[in-house]
Nanobody, 115 residues
Framework: VQLQASGGGLVQAGGSLRLSCAVSGSIGGLRAMGWYRQTPGRQRELVARIGSNSLVDYADSVKGRFTISRDNANNAVYLQMNSLRPEDTAVYYC??????????WGQGTQVTVSS
């Protein structure tokens, strides 16, 4: 599969962005889709994940501010980010986990939140 992330940009603190990840190819055996983020010098951090059973999981730092959703018909996953903070600044990567296959990653989209 190939993943194409979009929607990043520059926003002021308190603002909102919506990230999109379009998935092409078969996602048979899907286990989960979601988003990680990474800043220089830090490990990649799981932001949000939605399972094949639609259960969702969020990092504590984004609970109540971010919402993950999935469009099964269009093989896409979204991340609505509200009340953005400077510490949310990072490159955001979408991913897909399938049974018996390595995790697939998108190319990353930069989110910059100014104070």
């Amino acid at each position: 599969v190939q993943l194409q992330a979009s929607g990043g940009g520059l926003v002021q603190a308190g603002g909102s962005l919506r990230l999109s990840c379009a998935v092409s190819g078969s996602i048979g055996g899907l286990r989960a889709m979601g988003w990680y983020r990474q800043t220089p010098g830090r490990q990649r951090e799981l932001v949000a994940r939605i399972g094949s059973n639609s259960l969702v999981d969020y990092a504590d730092s984004v609970k109540g501010r971010f919402t993950i959703s999935r469009d099964n018909a269009n093989n896409a996953v979204y991340l609505q980010m509200n009340s953005l903070r400077p510490e949310d600044t990072a490159v955001y990567y979408c991913f897909v986990v399938r049974v018996g296959r390595p995790t697939s990653w998108g190319q990353g989209t930069q989110v910059t939140v100014s104070s």
